[in-house]
């Protein structure tokens, strides 16, 4: 199973952006799939997540900025990025949850970075 993200980027305050998340299986035998970020010197956090049945969470942060998405006929997940500030920059991480049974399992795509300049 292979994750692939791509759509970063630089842009100014203000800008948009939308990651792409291409899985290399079909996106609905995942559970819950989501992005992280890390920005420079910090932790990583999750930005949002979405599960097989679209319910979404967000960061308090980015709530109202963004949005994620999925559209299983193209086994992809996006997350659409408005209003971005300096804070969003940092190294976009997607991932995907599948639970066999009772054991989850996590898949990660390789980073994309983002970077957010005035």
């Known amino acids: 199973v292979q994750l692939q993200a791509s759509g970063g980027g630089s842009v100014q305050v203000g800008g948009s952006l939308r990651l792409a998340c291409v899985v290399s299986t079909n996106i609905n035998s995942f559970n819950v799939m989501g992005w992280y970020r890390q920005a420079p010197g910090k932790q990583r956090e999750l930005v949002a997540r979405?599960?097989?049945?679209?319910?979404?969470n967000y960061t308090d942060s980015v709530r109202g900025r963004f949005t994620i998405s999925r559209d299983n006929a193209k086994n992809t997940m996006y997350l659409q990025m408005n209003s971005l500030n300096a804070e969003d920059t940092g190294v976009y991480y997607c991932y995907g949850v599948k639970v066999i049974v009772t054991t989850p399992y996590d898949y990660w795509g390789q980073g994309t970075q983002v970077t957010v300049s005035s």
């Open positions: 979405v599960t097989n049945r679209d319910g979404t």
